[in-house]
């Protein structure tokens, strides 16, 4: 696969992956600044025309 350029790296395609569920292939150099692991927990909520994902508290 050929590498993107700079001003595309951020920009992600939603793939289909079973029935009825979608997913997003995060940014591996985002992840590596949030220390992020491979099963961890995480949180997505809408707000407004946005989805946030953070880390999941106990």
């Known amino acids: 696969m050929?590498?993107?350029?700079?001003q595309n790296r951020n920009?992600?395609?939603l793939s289909?992956?079973?029935?009825?569920?979608i997913s997003i292939t995060l940014p591996i150099?985002?992840?590596r600044?949030?220390?992020?692991r491979?099963?961890?927990k995480?949180?997505?909520?809408r707000r407004g025309e946005t989805l946030v994902i953070k880390d999941w508290k106990k």
Do not use: M, N, P
Request: charged share 40%.
């Open 2 to 6: 050929a590498r993107r350029k700079i």
């Open 11 to 13: 920009t992600r395609k």
């Open 16 to 21: 289909e992956s079973g029935q009825g569920s």
């Open 29 to 31: 150099e985002q992840i």
């Open 33 to 36: 600044k949030l220390k992020w």
């Open 38 to 40: 491979k099963g961890q």
């Open 42 to 45: 995480v949180v997505v909520e």
